[in-house]
């Protein structure tokens, strides 16, 4: 339940494509149960977002695999295959060169094209923009916390160059005046230490912020808050391990 939890966070908002991957052959009763499951977790609307990859091409012996999958003669194949508009596809798993890239286009481009019927949406359900509220969540406070400590570090930092400056000041007060230029070559030394420092600070800084979501990802709080909030749907995967 975790990894399932784990994979509704790090695909939120929500998926574009649902590509299901089946070995041609019989409809198996697992893989029946397994698109079953698809559909508990994901709801109805899924199969919106759904295509089917079926591997081992090279078992058509040229055939068109709607013509395949109609001679398998399946009622739930059949019902599935109209519920996601037909949309379907074959690899061989052992194609090589333009054979690979061809099917890659192939799959690629039935993606485009379902994204564009959908309007560009992507797949959502309330598990999504529950998981996507509490994403936003996350990566506010951290955003907030990493803008706390950019600005403590800056303050550290010129503070200390102040303190620098102003025992430099007291110094040259003490020895006279032939060593003014001395001292400024000291305090140009400190200020650009300074400036290199805030922008190390700020680089840092803009490195974070560019892993906020990745960062958000991890947190194990926001998965157990969805396994939680919709334990109703997850306890059906409890009851598929005990059959």
């Not at 923009?129 to 506010?140: F, N, P, V």
């Not at 303050?155 to 160059?161: G, N």
Request: aromatic residues 6%; glycine residues 4%.
């Amino acid at each position: 339940m975790v990894e399932i939890g784990r994979c509704v966070v790090v695909s939120s908002p929500g998926p574009h494509a649902i590509v299901l991957v089946m070995q041609l052959g019989r409809f198996t009763e697992e893989e029946k149960n397994t698109i079953k499951r698809v559909q508990d977790i994901f709801g109805e609307k899924a199969m919106q977002y759904m295509i089917f990859l079926f591997t081992r091409k090279d078992d058509l012996d040229g055939q068109p695999l709607n013509d395949y999958l109609k001679s398998l003669k399946d009622k739930d194949l059949q019902i599935l295959m109209e519920k996601c508009r037909n949309r379907c596809c074959a690899f061989n798993n052992k194609a090589e060169g333009k054979e690979k890239e061809a099917q890659i286009s192939e799959l690629i481009a039935m993606i485009d094209k379902m994204v564009h019927q959908n309007g560009g949406s992507h797949y959502t359900n309330t598990m999504y923009e529950y998981a996507q509220k509490k994403l936003q969540d996350k990566i506010e406070t951290l955003r907030e916390l990493y803008e706390e400590e950019r600005e403590k570090k800056k303050r550290k930092v010129e503070s200390e160059y102040e303190e620098k400056c102003k025992n430099i000041d007291q110094e040259q007060k003490k020895e006279g005046s032939d060593d003014e230029i001395t001292s400024e070559q000291q305090k140009e030394a400190l200020r650009q230490k300074l400036e290199k420092d805030l922008e190390e600070i700020n680089t840092h800084y803009q490195t974070q912020l560019h892993e906020l979501r990745r960062k958000a990802d991890e947190d194990v709080n926001i998965i157990k808050a969805i396994l939680k909030k919709f334990s109703k749907v997850f306890s059906k995967i409890k009851g598929w391990r005990q059959q």
